[in-house]
């Protein structure tokens, strides 16, 4: 509660981008080790690094380090990546904890709902019914078990409990834990590192000299260099190559054609589909094994063209356990066909269904007089916009832009066509604009564990005016897109646009004074961030095909569907 | 088929067909063994295909005779590096009736038509990759028109040719220039241009340019192409009816099945299913999702299918398609673009073959080639021009801005500007020449002077 009250006065503001030294103390917080969420008081959202004994805890618990203010929100930015064994446990241990503290009502209402679901999944993996997760009903046998699994060490609690906890469990466990550690994120400032990947990369990059230096650690190439030299190496040997499929995405990334994270996701999917349709496995090798090596690399390649969004490491994460789950008595051609299913049953489910459900959804909640708002150009707030305006529903739109992508143009001019009242603004006249807004509807790139939305850079600032104008914020994002991860700032995580974008005013060819910079210049750097991270403070709801749920309930749906991807 | 799903086709022309380089070639020099810069023709296409790592191609000659000749010269020089399969087509036929001829031959995705007379360093994958990435029906290269040494005059060509500029084309470009809109060579287009309007509605806007030359390099679709041709015999030339045709009727071409029937102007065309099916994108998902997937994700390819890939501004294009060409090309070739040919320039900005023998006080220029085993006598002058080889010239001659081809024999005192001399050639004492193209083995008498003629033997004429 406190915390809510102070979000606006509070320059909390500040996190998100822009973090000034003065807050330097939010950085050292970052580096406390994860064992802390432990002691946080609000660890039902946020599950703890799986500690299953006392020992590991312990050690935590006397951490020397100092812990701040029990903010939940305090988590370095780190893949929250655990089984489940032992999660509920943990949960519970948390729920207590927090009651003590004063929870938040939002965080009472999580940890409410993680008991119901964790009981409910409970009962149905008794009746071996396939768990609300399966809602394909395709999460098969190993999955059941392992949401059992789960779900029997809360409900048969201590026999099993302590039997888990002997020796060879925990080896098995510790294994488990070793394999949890997500892998570092390439920090692009590190240059033995960099170096040692571009050896490997197939496209030849020249990486920018003068970066901001906040986002040293984010890739930023010269713009220009990339595409000759992939397009020199177009006859290149196949061995060499990647798939022709993933190359046309490839170069469409890069030249900026396909953009849009579902696009870009689909896009990428039905790459994958050709691919593995194309695929046939060489000789003496095995075909889980080497489409997996195939499909690194390859998504290496996408990598290079354009840093993958959350969403799209969460497609080729599906993918990737869909490989390699593959029943082993399989003919290559049956495998084939069953992974080209997975990925037509992925699109459609976590995308297509998905956005009609979340229209569905949020079409309710915009009523007769209402004056939506919108930042950028998200497909499924334009169709939610549309199917409102089909139903007869009376109401106007704010499209509100920014530079240097002005994507909210295209937006703008297919509300026109389908005969919406629009106006439209640049981001600078929010504060004016706010008054009359009655709704915020916002896409979102990704909704992060601790129900930050990463979304279009600007979004933050859009949710913030309207938070401040007691403007409900409603971000709209399929559940596919959500991650564990946990993120405090847009700094540790980001992608850097071209810079040269900045340079030219569109409209205002008189603005030439930056033309002709160079990024040698070591007075001027400039800095085209693409994303940013809102704070959840600032969200009102966040509409996903389950439903509308608080941001705040973000990492219940994660836990639960995430039995639906591998474990 | 190689890498990519990508084949190539070089239509290295014929004997016969290229009229407008008379009396350069003859039956015994095909066009595509015409020397540039001391090598033949073709090899700057060849060896623009192998920088870009494309080891299997097509060549197409028109004429048996050409082509036995051409496939020796290849097999010799390229044996080892390049898969070569030298195909033969009737002397009259054009270049789409030879793309027709070699149709079955062509099984990959797309390929990439070129045309053998050009001398570029464009790289080709960047066309290549374009047409992929636009997932276009065809992708033409289009360069900046070469420029012309205006002030040094031009080799050959007769009086009206020369102050005219050579053919260029007028191209439409929609605003991203990326999309090609209109095509056609200017002989073609009298007072007006004829558009469809469906055409600019969707593009908006267009850019008409002058200034850009079709490089006659294309990317095409296969299966787009190849129904095209099959159900239309009228197209005869890929650079006249093909690609006009195919630019007309993008929208109907590239677009989904759904949007085609909505297209307005579905009725006076044939339109095959297999022709769909093959535009149609790979997926094999349902149709409901597909539509679906195509609102929902706004992957709305753009409706125009025809693209234009315009060549960096550094780079060389040009093509030898007429003796003013031949020309521009050769000094080029010795100039600006020297490394287009391999050889090795001395300090003098020039390269002699270390066994060509110059006399006393002979001087060759910047910018000139002279070809292994000529021999000049003393006090000859050699500007801005490219000798063959074994070439014998006597003393005192001067030589501006010509091409002479290999063992041509000229004598003392003579001068030869903006001329081409062709191989076997004798030029006795005294003789002078200026835009004048002689022919193959063709005497030229002393003492003669010869101003902006075609020098031909008598009873060919």
């Known amino acids: 509660m406190e915390r809510r009250g102070r979000a606006v006065i509070d320059p909390k503001v500040r996190q998100v981008g822009f973090v000034t030294p003065g807050e330097g103390t939010d950085l050292i917080n970052l580096a406390i080790p994860l064992e802390q969420g432990a002691n946080s ?3 039902v959202l946020i599950p703890p690094v799986r500690i299953n004994d006392g020992a590991s805890v312990a050690p935590a618990k006397a951490a020397p380090m100092p812990v701040p203010s029990p903010t939940s929100r305090r988590h370095p930015t780190v893949d929250v990546n655990l089984p489940l064994v032992g999660l509920d446990e943990k949960a519970k241990e948390g729920k207590t904890k927090s009651l003590k503290e004063r929870t938040s009502k939002a965080e009472r209402r999580a940890a409410q709902e993680a008991q119901r679901a964790a009981k409910k999944a409970a009962e149905e993996s008794g009746g071996s019914k396939p768990t609300k997760g399966d809602v394909g009903g395709t999460g098969a046998s190993q999955k059941d078990s392992k949401a059992s699994k789960g779900t029997h060490q809360k409900t048969n609690s201590a026999e099993r409990r302590t039997s888990s906890s002997g020796k060879p469990a925990d080896k098995g466990q510790e294994k488990e834990k070793k394999k949890d550690v997500p892998a570092p994120r390439m920090q692009f400032d590190d240059a033995e590192r960099v170096a040692k990947a571009k050896k490997r990369s197939l496209v030849e990059q020249t990486e920018t000299k003068n970066r901001v230096e906040l986002f040293r650690h984010l890739p930023q190439f010269v713009h220009g260099t990339q595409l000759p030299s992939l397009e020199s190496k177009f006859f290149q040997d196949e061995s060499m190559h990647p798939h022709p499929a993933i190359y046309k995405v490839g170069l469409q990334y890069l030249t900026g054609d396909l953009v849009g994270g579902n696009a870009r996701c689909v896009a990428m999917l039905m790459a994958f589909r050709e691919m593995i349709q194309d695929y046939s496995t060489p000789p003496e090798k095995i075909f889980v094994r080497d489409l997996t090596q195939k499909i690194n690399s390859h998504v290496s390649f996408l990598n290079t063209c354009r840093p993958l969004a959350i969403s799209m490491g969460n497609a080729i994460k599906f993918l990737k356990t869909r490989v390699v789950n593959l029943a082993e008595e399989l003919s290559e051609a049956e495998a084939k066909a069953s992974l080209i299913a997975e990925i037509d049953r992925f699109i459609q489910e976590k995308i297509l269904y998905a956005d009609k459900e ?15 708002l ?3 150009s998200s497909c499924v707030v334009e169709m939610i916009l ?9 109401f106007r739109v704010v499209v509100v832009d920014s530079r240097p992508k002005l994507e909210g143009k295209r937006l703008l001019k297919r509300l026109l066509s389908e005969g ?4 439209y603004t640049y981001i600078n006249a929010m504060s004016y604009i706010m008054q009359e807004v009655t709704r915020v509807f916002l896409g979102a790139a990704s909704v992060l564990a601790n129900g930050t939305v990463y979304s279009r850079v600007g979004t933050a600032s859009v949710a913030m005016v309207a938070h401040a104008f007691s403007v409900p914020v409603m971000i709209c994002c399929e559940t596919y897109k959500f991650h564990e991860r946990v993120q405090l700032d847009s700094i540790t995580a980001n992608e850097l646009g071209n810079p040269d974008a900045l340079v030219k005013v569109w409209g205002r060819r008189d ?29 009102a709801m966040v509409i996903t095909e389950l439903g509308m749920v608080p941001p705040s309930s973000v990492p219940v749906i994660l836990r639960e569907y995430r039995r639906e991807l591998p474990g | 088929m190689g890498a990519m799903n990508f084949q190539v086709v070089v239509l290295a022309g014929g004997g016969g067909l290229s009229k407008k380089l008379i009396p350069l070639v003859s039956k015994d020099l095909p066009k595509a063994l015409l020397p540039v810069g001391n090598r033949p023709l073709i090899s700057y296409v060849l060896e623009l295909l192998e920088a870009s790592n494309i080891k299997d191609l097509i060549v197409v000659v028109a004429g048996d005779e050409a082509a036995t000749q051409v496939e020796n010269w290849i097999s010799n020089a390229f044996d080892d590096r390049l898969n070569v399969e030298v195909v033969s087509v009737p002397e009259d036929h054009e270049t789409a009736d030879a793309l027709r001829k070699i149709s079955h031959r062509l099984t990959a995705d797309d390929f990439l038509v070129v045309s053998g007379d050009l001398v570029s360093d464009v790289p080709l994958g960047a066309v290549a990759a374009a047409h992929r990435r636009q997932d276009a029906v065809v992708t033409a290269l289009l360069c900046g028109r070469p420029k012309l040494n205006s002030s040094e005059g031009s080799t050959g060509g007769s009086s009206k040719d020369k102050t005219k500029l050579p053919v260029s084309d007028v191209i439409g470009l929609d605003s991203t220039h990326q999309h090609l809109l209109f095509l056609a060579s200017s002989g073609q287009v009298e007072k007006e241009l004829r558009m469809r309007r469906s055409l600019l509605r969707v593009a908006g806007n267009m850019e008409i340019r002058t200034d850009l030359v079709d490089a006659h390099l294309y990317a095409f679709k296969r299966v787009v192409v190849q129904e095209v041709l099959d159900s239309r015999p009228g197209i005869k030339c890929i650079k006249r009816d093909l690609v006009p045709f195919l630019i007309r009727s993008q929208l109907r ?3 989904s099945p759904v949007t085609a029937s909505v297209s307005e102007e579905g009725s006076d065309q044939p339109r095959g299913g297999s022709l769909e099916n093959g535009v149609a994108a790979v997926s094999s998902l349902t149709d409901e999702v597909s539509t679906l997937l195509q609102r929902v994700c706004s992957i709305k390819p753009s409706p125009l299918k025809c693209c234009a890939y315009v060549a960096s501004p550094g780079k060389f294009c040009a093509r030898v398609n007429s003796l003013q060409a031949y020309g521009e090309v050769n000094r080029a070739v010795a100039d600006e673009v020297i490394h287009l040919t391999g050889y090795k320039v001395s300090t003098h900005n020039n390269v002699v073959h270390e066994t060509a023998a110059t006399g006393s006080k002979t001087t060759v220029g910047p910018y000139c080639l002279v070809g292994e085993g000529s021999e000049m006598g003393d006090k000859c002058r050699i500007k801005r021009s490219v000798v063959g080889r074994h070439c014998r010239i006597g003393s005192n001659v001067t030589i501006v801005n010509s ?9 003392d005192f003579c001068s030869i500007q903006s001329s081409v001399v062709c191989s076997n050639a004798l030029l006795q004492e005294r003789s002078s020449l200026k835009d004048c193209q002689v022919e193959a083995s063709y005497q030229v008498e002393a003492n003669q002077e010869y101003r902006e003629e075609a020098l031909v033997k008598k009873e060919k004429a």
């Open chain 1, 420 to 423: 919406l009242d629009c106006t």
């Open chain 1, 358 to 372: 979340i229209v569905k959804h949020a079409v309710q909640k915009i009523r007769d007089g209402d004056v939506c």
């Open chain 1, 511 to 539: 603005l030439t004074d930056l033309e002709g910079w160079s990024p040698e210049d070591k007075h001027l750097q400039l800095l085209n961030l693409t994303y940013d991270a809102t704070p959840s403070d600032y969200v």
């Open chain 2, 403 to 411: 091409v002479i081809m290999d063992y041509v024999t000229i004598q």
């Open chain 2, 253 to 255: 071409l590239g677009s």
């Open chain 1, 386 to 394: 549309l199917k409102a305006h089909e139903m007869g529903k009376k």
């Open chain 1, 374 to 376: 919108t930042y950028g």
């Open chain 1, 41 to 43: 008081p609000s660890p």
